[in-house]
């Protein structure tokens, strides 16, 4: 009886240790929105890049807005923030290794999407692409789940971009399968690719002329790829050392 039930969670725990397949054989890219600025709406002017706090941390809160209103975080892109999204444009363009077929982002409020950081930075590659920028998941309550449900969805043949927050974005690949996602995409960066094939299997920097000149990749602690946790559940070790001792 006890052999039999140790071979039954054995069996359990090689299922739960297995590589997990992705859902779709196509690659999911991962990255951040390009360096922010002030503007909220098409047209305004940026503010240039908000300094830091000692220390690290947020931005501070943005100008005020009109009477009555809180004050909010810059949301738009800066300058350098618009170059980026035109250098997408060849990064990830028709040209490029890549073969997007879907577009994610996440404005908070569909009706300033324009204006909005993450849909900013992929709407001129998703306009030459010909393919639309998908916002439904941007208010979802849990957006890892809603994405990977989106993805699945999508042709098997097609890459999909992810452009989200970068403090969320190790959890939304952690929700799709990825067993390596434990830690956040870096905060002082806005150049750093994640490329997903059922795990995070490459972290690489986009090189743009003139904001990312300097980073050499070779030694970059951002683009290491963290290790495949295979690690048995802990309710399955618990147990054997039960019934064992």
């Excluded at 941390?57 to 809180?70: A, D, E, F, S, Y």
């Excluded at 957006?143 to 971009?161: H, N, Q």
């Amino acid at each position: 009886m006890k052999f039999s039930l140790v071979l039954a969670l054995a069996a359990a725990a090689a299922v739960f240790a297995s590589p997990t397949p992705s859902a779709t054989p196509n690659r999911i890219v991962f990255i951040r929105h390009a360096e922010k600025g002030c503007a909220t709406l098409p047209g305004d002017e940026t503010c240039g890049e908000m300094p830091r706090p000692p220390g690290g941390g947020w931005p501070p809160r943005g100008p005020p807005g009109p009477p009555g209103t809180p004050r909010k975080f810059p949301n738009g892109l800066s300058a350098d923030g618009k170059r980026r999204a035109e250098y997408l444009r060849t990064f990830f363009g028709n040209a490029s290794e890549f073969d997007f077929g879907y577009v994610f982002a996440a404005p908070r409020e569909p009706e300033l999407k324009h204006g909005e950081r993450t849909y900013a930075t992929v709407a001129p590659l998703a306009s030459d692409l010909g393919v639309d920028v998908d916002i439904s998941c941007a208010t979802a309550p849990d957006a890892g789940a809603c994405l990977a449900a989106a993805v699945a969805r999508v042709a098997p043949s097609r890459d999909v971009l992810v452009c989200w927050k970068h403090r969320e974005l190790h959890l939304i690949a952690a929700a799709m399968g990825a067993r390596n996602a434990h830690t956040h995409y870096p905060d002082e960066r806005n150049d750093v690719v994640w490329i997903m094939e059922g795990d995070i299997t490459d972290k690489r920097s986009m090189h743009m002329p003139g904001l990312d000149d300097g980073r050499v990749d070779e030694g970059d602690p951002d683009l290491v790829v963290e290790p495949v946790d295979n690690a048995w559940p802990g309710w399955v070790c618990r147990l054997l050392a039960y019934v064992l001792y």
